[in-house]
Structures are given as C-alpha cells and as structure tokens.
C-alpha cells in the first residue's frame, strides 16, 4: 500500500499525528529526567579531570625544563672551574703586571660566574620540589576524580540500561511519525515544543482552559477546536490545541482527566519518577 502524503491529511488526521508524536516525545523526556543531573555530573567530571591532566602535563614540562637547566648550568661551572685552574697556571708565567691583573680579572669573572651557576641551580632546586609537590597534589585529585566518574558512569549506565530498549521503539516510532507531519507544520511543531518550559507543543483543552498555560478559552474557540477544521493554536502560549476526544483523553464531568488503572505501579517506583508523573498529570 502506497504511503500517504503527508500533506494529503485531513485537519483532524494531522491533530492526532501531532498528539501521538507529542506523547511519544514527552515519554523520552520523562525517560531522559530519570537520569537527573548524572549526564552533566559525568561531563564536568570528563571535563575537570581533562583539564587537571592538561595540568599535570604542563607541571611535567615545567620539572624537566628545570632539570635540563640545572644540567646546563652544572656544565657552565666545569668549563667555568677548568677556565680558572688554567687562570691560574698562566699566572706563573706572567711577565708584567698587565698580564697578572688581566688573568686575574679572568679568574674573578670566571669565580662569580660559578657562583652564579649555583644560584640559579638552588633556585631551580628548590622550584623542582615545589612542582614535584604541586603535581603529586593534582594527580590525587585526578585519581579521586576519576573514581567519581566511574561510578557516576555506572550509575548512568545502570539507569540507560533500564530505559534503553524502551526509548529506542520511542525514538523509531517518533521518526515514523515525523514522516506523517508535513514539513512546515513539523517544524512549527518543534519550535513550539523548545519554546515550551515543558515541552508540550500540543494540548488538549480541559476546564475550559489551555492544557499548557491554564488560560481560559472563549466557548466559540472551543467549539472550533470540536470541529477540526483549522489547527488553532493558544493566543496566550502558542501551544497547538486539541480536543480532548480527538486526543483519546477521558475526561470526567468536571473536565478533569480520569486517573489510570495503573496508577498503583507507582508506588514501587523511585521518588524522582512519581514527582515526574505528578508533573505530568498537572500538565
């Protein structure tokens, strides 16, 4: 059987579709919430501990860019030492008192310059050891670090785990129904929802009122919601209206929708999931 053209859909085809992939959408978010904060916890996690490795490479260069300079400067003072001891000999053979007081000058020079070689070598002594300190300090912070995101990862595994196959028919059965929605009315739709501090893009009416800002509806706006001629969306939140028989809610006499027989599972679920539930059920 040939696929329907999504602009081929009557008004009242394309409200249901829109409802459907509406409840499909809002069950991957409540799917998504029982996460909580994990994913962000894991990525700060990801992200200090990359910076504190960046840090501890770079606390790395600094030691060993101390290290060759004190190598370098222990090589000064031998050529330094061997200038001096050759000074000195020469001063045995001197034949005026300008060749004594220029070898001399040169044994000074070359004495002050050793001295100086020291200097620098117990200063960059010295900042060794406080590197050595600094980079034993953030590789225990890293290895703390690094036990908190595997078991903020396990946690976030376990919780995917549960949720995974489920969200996958979710997330196939969302695409089927994009397919349905025209393109222009789909992308309405979806800038609707990411406006939406609860991602409902489509609500049906109940209390005389919009499902998703609570505003009340003139009773002749309502009547053409019933009808299902044009898609009317709220003058107050832009959210798509529905009536609530097209949308398959059961509402009582007071317009209020009619608790599920299933609702007794939640008893047994987390706190996270009932206060979700009850968030749904306000909405």
Do not use: W
């Amino acid at each position: 059987m040939a696929k329907k053209d999504p602009t081929d859909l009557s008004v009242e085809e394309k409200l249901k579709t829109l409802y459907q992939l509406q409840t499909a959408l809002s069950s991957i978010d409540e799917k998504r919430a029982l996460r909580g904060e994990l994913p962000l916890e894991v990525q700060d996690l990801e992200d200090e501990i990359e910076g504190l490795t960046t840090r501890v490479e770079k606390i790395q260069n600094d030691i060993n860019e101390f290290e060759r300079a004190i190598v370098q400067k222990k090589g000064e003072i031998a050529d330094a030492e061997q200038s001096v001891n050759r000074y000195k000999e020469q001063l045995n053979e001197v034949k005026n008192n300008r060749e004594y007081d220029t070898l001399s000058k040169e044994i000074e020079f070359q004495t002050l310059e050793i001295e100086l070689c020291n200097k620098k070598i117990r200063e960059a002594t010295a900042r060794i050891a406080e590197k050595k300190d600094e980079l034993v300090a953030n590789q225990e912070v890293i290895k703390e670090r690094e036990g908190d995101l595997e078991m903020k990862k396990g946690e976030l595994d376990e919780i995917m785990e549960e949720t995974r196959a489920e969200e996958d028919k979710l997330k196939e059965k969302v695409k089927d129904l994009e397919s349905k929605i025209e393109t222009r009315l789909l992308t309405s739709f979806k800038r609707i929802r990411k406006n939406a501090r609860n991602g409902l893009g489509i609500v049906y009416v109940q209390r005389d009122a919009c499902g998703g800002c609570f505003n009340k509806i003139p009773p002749q706006r309502q009547l053409d919601i019933k009808m299902h001629k044009k898609i009317i969306v709220c003058e107050y939140c832009g959210r798509i209206m529905i009536d609530p028989e097209l949308a398959g809610v059961k509402l009582d006499k007071m317009g209020v929708e009619q608790p599920k027989k299933t609702r007794k599972r939640s008893i047994r679920k987390t706190a996270t999931s009932k206060k979700i539930e009850d968030a749904s059920d306000m909405e």
